[in-house]
């Protein structure tokens, strides 16, 4: 069966997988362009984005919108989505088969917008994408190239609103991630 946007945004409203579902004041669908080249994936939804049913809207969402701004970027041309399409009681890390049952929704998203960049918001987002070794500390800003990807990973926003020196390092790999956009684009 070829699904298409609308059948997934249903069947993530209706979804009951996993005890999340229980919890949730509404769940959290990818937004952004449709036909956009970069995509960002971070892990689960938060308080606020549970309460509206929007990715990045709390103070982590400005924080990125911000560093969108300062890169070059702005939501209008990429698509922003979580791994988790609920919130985690207590913004706690998501469960490994709470990853699981929302996972086939990840990948349907991909398979439907075909990027060219996946970037990795935090260590969460990059254990389960990119390795489930990969150290956020360490790697963020390295490429890594599989299929038809070029993935990397920074720090998620929420990290800068608890240390925010961190914001210079996050929008020098934003930065990297508009060139290396503008490169495979070139190609």
Not at 24 to 51: T, Y
Not at 79 to 96: A, Q, S, V
């Amino acid at each position: 069966m070829q699904y298409t946007w609308k059948d997934i945004e249903q069947h993530v409203a209706n979804c009951t997988w996993c005890p999340l579902s229980q919890t949730r004041n509404q769940p959290v669908m990818g937004r952004g362009n449709d036909q956009a080249d970069l995509m960002l994936i971070a892990e689960a939804p938060g308080e606020q984005e549970d309460q509206q049913g929007i990715p990045f809207v709390g103070r982590s969402g400005e924080i990125l919108d911000r560093l969108l701004q300062d890169s070059g970027l702005n939501r209008e041309e990429i698509y922003i989505t979580n791994i988790l399409k609920c919130h985690p009681p207590g913004n706690r890390d998501p469960k490994g088969e709470e990853k699981e049952a929302c996972f086939p929704y990840l990948k349907y998203e991909t398979y439907l917008l075909k990027p060219r960049i996946i970037v990795c918001l935090g260590r969460v987002a990059a254990q389960r994408i990119i390795s489930p070794d990969f150290k956020i500390t360490r790697q963020h800003g390295t490429w890594t190239h599989r299929k038809d990807f070029a993935l990397t990973a920074t720090y998620h926003p929420s990290a800068i609103l608890r240390d925010p020196s961190k914001y210079e390092t996050v929008k020098s790999d934003f930065i990297e991630i508009v060139r290396k956009r503008d490169e495979l684009r070139n190609c």
